[in-house]
DNA sequence: CGCTTTTAATACCCACTGGGTATAATTACG
DNA sequence: CGTAATTATACCCAGTGGGTATTAAAAGCG
């Protein structure tokens, strides 16, 4: 059985007439007879009832008629279905991104991609200790957001991965409001050598931590770390209680943190970038589709507002 | 496209092997490879990555996958309906049958169809003044359940129908308890020539009407006629009221009906036939299981109560 | 590092069959 | 009763689905 047998079918179902049947279907009236003769071999039952005169469907007939429409509808929709899938118009993106882009970065592009492709359910894996770069290589994520220090210091990131810098913004540090520094505008890192230090642990972001020890390192100290946390909520938060400073990116400031200052760093090296990663083989049209959207906000709003 | 193309995209979809899945398909590799090829060229999109060495699926051929694994089953669907359809075990009937035949006939038939057949969809239609032959040869119904006179009495039905004998009854007088007659045993119809009668109206039931004037006319009376009523729970109300006594099928005994004796008649042509009534050119699956179901209740049921 | 193995793609060929034409058979209708 | 309409039959041809032989390229292995 082929598909065309069942075309023929539906006309002839349709029309009730083998001559106007073979005419719709471009086709002479002979073989279409034929065809259908073949399909009611193969099922094993009579489908029109035939006079020389009339045609009829018979119960089975009209059954299978009502039941190929709806196989044929279902094709339909397969055939689009998978073409919109390779347009990356429906599909799923799961997306790691880091507690640091989930203020500013991640709204905006969330939205444009929603907007821009409703029908892709759009995964968001905030960032916790099981996202790396190895969960992208290990298909778990399709696309992370990662911090990763500036180049040249940027180290080799896993081959098999492609990289987009969605965001360069600058560093800032964060103190209690109480803080002798605070409001007192750009500061030297070296004002800070005493303090305790809020660090983000190495071994989960090696790149961002790296940074920070290399800041300062050039300001001529080393930070005296007072506590480690993950999330960029939780550092706040002990910033906030006094437990001591952090270095954080700068589009934090944009949100309100109460009894937080956010200062400027006096050094050109205190400047961050956000960068998108993906697996670079693969070729998924989702994930293209998102960094279609992602460039466009970068060069627009992102842009804009800097 | 052709069903070939999508049973071969799922064959190798499942294999991610294109030798293995020609292997399966009892086919070479070579026209295979082709045939997914043209597939892909038709839809417009890629299905699979393939390397020199690897089969993997796109984005849009796994969603080809599981849709195409739909349309399949929606097909099995299709044509397992159609089967079904041709042995009738799935479709509607509708069944048009006299108020006499409710109480044991139709219980006994309805029942034993549904067990056979639970798919089909019984429509019971009592007759009331729109149920005539008529109703059968306009397509309104696909089976009657008649009231017809006895042989050689029976007029010549319509042509286009054919018949069969269901049960054949004796007939009994219906009249109040507190009538003279009741429970005295068998009766002739003589006695009650001067009562009042209730009787089923003529164009409504031609055959059985003329079938009760002619046992009265034989008895030697004309029966006067006090009340006309369509439904035989009318009828009996009505005898039980005291309005009349009337002729009705003996099977109705098998009911109580509080206030009514009936008692059989002294007469061989005191019978009633009950037939079914159906179309003799369309031949529905449907139509010819009820018949078969009905041939075994008459047969082994009805027979046994005798 | 090169040889072997694996596997998809290419080239080419043939038989089968889908579809065309001509015609017969049958029936409804004027 | 003859004519028009409509399906079935008979026969033929071209297109193509599928086969075989081979190539190309990548992976595995010694």
């Known amino acids: 059985m082929e598909l065309r047998h069942l075309r023929y079918f539906l006309a002839v179902a349709e029309e009730l007439h083998f001559g106007r049947a073979a005419e719709r279907l471009n086709m002479a009236q002979p073989p279409l007879s034929k065809q259908i003769r073949d399909l009611e071999q193969e099922l094993g039952i009579g489908l029109f009832r035939r006079t020389k005169r009339h045609v009829a469907l018979t119960a089975a007939g009209s059954t299978l008629q009502v039941e190929l429409q709806r196989m044929f509808a279902q094709l339909d929709h397969a055939v689009l279905s998978a073409q919109r899938a390779s347009r990356g118009e429906i599909g799923r993106l799961r997306l ?50 990662y911090r990763v220090d500036l180049p040249p210091y940027r180290p080799a990131l896993d081959s098999g991965l492609r990289t987009m810098t969605v965001l360069r913004e600058p560093l800032v540090v964060a103190m209690a409001d109480s803080h002798r520094l605070a409001g007192r505008g750009p500061v030297d890192l070296a004002q800070l050598a005493a303090d305790p230090w809020i660090l983000i642990p190495a071994q989960i972001y090696p790149g961002f931590h790296a940074q920070i020890l290399r800041l300062c390192r050039t300001a001529g100290f080393t930070p005296r770390v007072a506590q480690e946390a993950f999330l960029i909520q939780t550092i706040v938060g002990l910033v906030a209680a006094g437990i001591g400073v952090a270095i954080v990116p700068g589009s934090l400031r944009q949100l309100c943190w109460p009894g937080v200052a956010m200062e400027p760093i006096r050094s050109p090296e205190a400047l961050s970038d956000l960068v998108a990663l993906w697996r670079q083989d693969e070729d998924s049209p989702v994930v293209s589709a998102f960094l279609r959207t992602l460039e466009r906000v970068v060069s627009c709003d992102l842009a804009n507002e800097a």
Not at 112 to 119: G, S, T, V
Request: aromatic share 10%.
């Open 96 to 145: 790691g991104f880091v507690s640091s882009a989930a203020y500013h970065v991640l709204p905006a592009i969330s939205r444009a991609f929603r907007a821009a492709y409703p029908d892709v359910v759009l995964e968001l894996h905030e960032q916790t200790a099981d996202f790396r770069p190895e969960s992208l290589l290990e298909g778990t994520l399709d696309i992370g957001l």
